[in-house]
């Protein structure tokens, strides 16, 4: 038995220091880029991928907006601000647009 096997629910994205986040996999398929990775013929079809040119503090940032996008898509109550840093908006914009999300 693998203990290193990820729930088919569950997908593990690394960012660029080797930090590991664990999203759901209904929130990461908002994301184009990560939707087509897990639906090709490529070993991140299997629920890990490695993003080496994605810093952590901006992976983290985009998984936020992928739960925040999927919890307040279609909502009828008002919809907060998603508050971004300035001084991670840019690469923040880079990562989102590389993402397509």
Do not use: W
């Amino acid at each position: 038995n693998d203990h290193d096997e990820i729930p088919s629910s569950v997908i593990k994205l690394k960012s660029a220091e080797g930090h590991e986040f664990y999203i759901d996999r209904r929130c990461a398929m908002v994301s184009g880029t990560i939707k087509s990775m897990l639906t090709g013929q490529f070993a991140e079809s299997r629920g890990e991928i490695s993003f080496p040119e994605i810093p952590g503090v901006i992976l983290e940032k985009l998984i936020k907006y992928l739960y925040f996008k999927v919890r307040y898509t279609n909502s009828t109550q008002r919809i907060p601000e998603f508050k971004i840093e300035p001084e991670i908006a840019l690469e923040l914009l880079i990562a989102a647009g590389y993402l397509e999300c």
